[in-house]
């Protein structure tokens, strides 16, 4: 029996993460969608108009936390590594090792492509960085008007 219902992004940008981290991130996402909701429940709220594109904006709340809670602390550790790793002897190649994860160049490639591919999506659909920094829902939410507003890359199918 097929299903039409569709995995939400958050359960996809999360799958195999370990409970440490997908913990605080599911919480603080059902937290934020229980906001959105009573936003939207105002008459006179200035987001209502964003209403009818709910999946968007779930996904995009799903992509801004796990930017925060997984991209940002990957970003550091391959700027971290790229730095080490510029200081070891002529030809040598360094690793870093926290716990039972060893970070080397293997590894930093693959943070690489990760970010590489995180990047084409934000440059496609015009998310920069500054659509993360967000402290209150609200926040979040006029940064996704503002977003969609752009309408650009709705006829670019190229990712």
């Not at 059902?30 to 904006?57: G, M, T």
């Not at 940064?143 to 507003?149: A, E, G, I, V």
Request: glycine share 4%; net charge positive.
């Amino acid at each position: 029996m097929a299903s039409d219902q569709k995995t939400p992004l958050i359960n996809i940008l999360t799958y195999k993460l370990p409970v440490a981290v997908t913990k605080p991130l599911f919480a603080e996402y059902n937290n934020r969608l229980r906001e959105i909701a009573n936003i939207w429940s105002w008459k006179k709220s200035a987001y209502l108009v964003l209403k009818e594109y709910e999946p968007v904006i779930e996904s995009l709340l799903a992509m801004t936390l796990f930017y925060r809670h997984v991209l940002g602390h990957i970003q550091g550790a391959n700027t971290f590594y790229k730095t080490v790793n510029l200081h070891c002897e002529v030809g040598g190649e360094c690793s870093i090792s926290i716990g039972k994860t060893v970070l080397d160049k293997k590894q930093q490639r693959r943070l690489d492509a990760l970010l590489i591919s995180f990047n084409q999506i934000q440059d496609k659909y015009q998310i920069y960085p500054a659509f993360y920094e967000f402290s209150e829902t609200a926040q979040f939410l006029k940064n996704c008007k503002d977003l969609l507003s752009v309408r650009d890359y709705e006829t670019d199918n190229s990712i």
